[in-house]
């Protein structure tokens, strides 16, 4: 989080008050709740007055979340604080909805960005709703849309939907699974990445070849950082300066080039020729020019007239 004294949002809780105060906040309601991925001056108005109204908030991290609120100005004792994560999120949404069945109003905050994408609350939301409660969400920061926003993916005549996959399984094996899937998908795909395990997700990303990436490192942050450049290059880049391991990523795979655009599918179609008969050297040609064709939309006899010229040079080599 960045560093401001509470002084420095008096006046925005102030705001807050005068702003938002005037909607009505039902009782027996959950508030889903936004907060900062890294900025602190990102809540929203609507937000600081709810975490000042709500009769207890429901947290990732109650340490994290405590410093976060007493450095907007709130001060809340450690009672009206309730842990909630990943290892009890059942057993304290039973907590949570029993609270709201008494008339409270309770909040729900992660440590960053918005609950419920790749951090706790989604089990929380569930549970709340069957039994028959209100879950009324705030929105706010979020490194999803602002990645996006910085990627320019997914807006205009040449931009397409977008799949979030979040953070790849931590085992290996269903870890190459997943970027299997990942390569042969054709929309855009938004990645989450902790700073222990970018440098292995950069290796496994580079069989992806020349697809472009865009990477946000610490995003929001005084030393936000966001490149684009090809899937092969993002170990060079890391490497290239040691600060740039460090903090939160978020990662966007574009879209492969659209099926329709003939220059676009032969470069597909030989990118994915190569790679099946780098990767399946005893693949009959025949097969591995089918194959390309079939995810690239690259004419078949083409790629099969490429591959007979790679294995030529081959061979000579």
Same mark, same amino acid.
């Given at each position: 989080?960045?560093?401001?004294?509470?002084?420095?949002?008096?006046?925005?809780?102030?705001?807050?008050?005068?702003?938002?105060?005037?909607?009505?906040?039902?009782?027996?309601?959950?508030?889903?709740?936004?907060?900062?991925?890294?900025?602190?001056?990102?809540?929203?108005?609507?937000?600081?007055?709810? @975490?000042?109204?709500?009769?207890?908030?429901?947290?990732?991290?109650?340490?994290?979340?405590?410093?976060?609120?007493?450095?907007?100005?709130?001060?809340?004792?450690?009672?009206?604080?309730?842990?909630?994560?990943?290892?009890?999120? !059942?057993?304290?949404?039973?907590?949570?909805?029993?609270?709201?069945?008494?008339?409270?109003?309770?909040?729900?905050?992660?440590?960053?960005?918005?609950?419920?994408?790749?951090?706790?609350?989604?089990?929380?939301?569930?549970?709340?709703?069957?039994?028959?409660?209100?879950?009324?969400?705030?929105?706010?920061?979020?490194?999803?849309?602002?990645? @996006?926003?910085?990627?320019?993916?997914?807006?205009?005549?040449?931009?397409?939907?977008?799949?979030?996959?979040?953070?790849?399984?931590?085992?290996?094996?269903?870890?190459?699974?997943?970027?299997?899937?990942?390569?042969?998908?054709?929309?855009?795909?938004?990645?989450?990445?902790?700073?222990?395990?970018?440098?292995?997700?950069?290796?496994?990303?580079?069989?992806?070849?020349?697809?472009?990436?865009?990477?946000?490192?610490?995003?929001?942050?005084?030393?936000?950082?966001?490149?684009?450049?090809? !899937?092969?290059?993002?170990?060079?880049?890391?490497?290239?300066?040691?600060?740039?391991?460090?903090?939160?990523? !978020?990662?966007?795979?574009?879209?492969?080039?659209?099926?329709?655009?003939?220059?676009?599918?032969?470069?597909?179609?030989?990118?994915?020729?190569?790679? @099946?008969?780098?990767?399946?050297?005893?693949?009959?040609?025949?097969?591995?020019?089918?194959?390309?064709?079939?995810?690239?939309?690259?004419?078949?006899?083409?790629?099969?007239?490429?591959?007979?010229?790679?294995?030529?040079?081959?061979?000579?080599?």
């Amino acid at each position: 989080m960045t560093s401001l004294t509470p002084a420095a949002f008096a006046v925005a809780l102030q705001a807050a008050r005068e702003a938002a105060g005037a909607q009505d906040y039902p009782r027996g309601a959950l508030y889903v709740i936004a907060t900062p991925i890294g900025n602190l001056a990102d809540i929203t108005l609507r937000a600081l007055h709810v @975490l000042q109204l709500a009769d207890a908030i429901a947290c990732e991290d109650t340490r994290h979340t405590q410093a976060m609120l007493r450095a907007y100005g709130i001060e809340r004792p450690g009672a009206q604080l309730i842990a909630l994560h990943q290892h009890n999120e !059942a057993q304290a949404a039973l907590t949570v909805s029993a609270r709201l069945g008494r008339g409270e109003r309770i909040a729900y905050v992660s440590d960053a960005g918005t609950p419920g994408l790749s951090d706790p609350g989604a089990r929380l939301v569930r549970a709340v709703r069957e039994a028959g409660q209100r879950v009324l969400p705030l929105p706010g920061a979020s490194s999803v849309t602002t990645l @996006l926003s910085g990627a320019g993916l997914t807006g205009g005549d040449d931009a397409g939907p977008f799949v979030f996959a979040g953070f790849l399984p931590s085992k290996a094996t269903e870890r190459a699974h997943a970027l299997r899937e990942l390569a042969r998908e054709p929309r855009a795909v938004i990645l989450l990445e902790a700073p222990h395990r970018i440098e292995s997700l950069a290796c496994a990303l580079a069989v992806l070849g020349d697809r472009a990436v865009t990477v946000g490192r610490e995003l929001t942050k005084q030393f936000e950082q966001i490149v684009t450049l090809p !899937a092969r290059a993002l170990t060079d880049w890391l490497s290239a300066d040691t600060q740039r391991t460090r903090g939160e990523f !978020a990662l966007a795979l574009h879209p492969l080039p659209r099926r329709d655009d003939p220059a676009a599918q032969a470069d597909e179609g030989e990118r994915v020729l190569r790679l @099946l008969l780098g990767e399946l050297p005893q693949l009959p040609l025949k097969s591995a020019a089918r194959l390309a064709s079939a995810i690239s939309g690259a004419p078949r006899n083409a790629l099969y007239a490429i591959g007979l010229h790679l294995r030529a040079d081959g061979a000579q080599d």
